[in-house]
């Protein structure tokens, strides 16, 4: 089953998700989901709250990024429960985009290395280091899990020329070639 993306100005991509145990319900088939949904959107990773669950969960596949950095391919993993533990090194730009907020693209500062303790799909917990592209796309989903956007981290500027486009994306005039959930205020 494809999920519709939940789109930028709703309030479940604000919350900082809950942590998970392992009899939570239809995992698998969420899982599953998640990855039909994301591929579908042609997505390198996607967040559990982007499709409604404000949950610590989130899925990558780097694949996409094969020509440009070694070692992406058939990079995919599975995220549950994960805490940063570490970030280092000396802060790198690279050209960020969600599938929450379509059409819109920036470069984005982050830390190179990262060091990330999480748990995967059996629940058997890891504590690895990442860095590049794979580093950057777990940050991007790591920070739907805390609710921050990558909008978030652009300079006061850039925020402001885009917050008509941000507006327009939270009242559903845009376009985007996969199926959205926009909010509706109560
Ligand atoms: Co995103």
Known sequence: MIYPIVAYGDPVLRKKAEPISNDYPKLKDILQNMFDTMYKSSGVGLAAP???????????DTTPFKDEEAGTENFKKVFINAQIVEEEGKKWKFNEGCLSI??????????PNLTIRYQD???VEHIESFSGIIARVIQHEYDHIEGILFTDKLTPLKKQLLKGRLNDISRGKVD??????FYVKK
Request: proline share 3%; net charge neutral; hydrophobic share 45%.
């Open 50 to 60: 982007q499709v409604g669950l404000s949950i610590r969960l989130f899925i990558i």
């Open 102 to 111: 379509p059409g819109i693209r920036e470069d984005v500062e982050r830390l």
């Open 121 to 123: 799909e059996n629940f």
């Open 176 to 181: 985007a070639d996969y199926k959205m959930k």
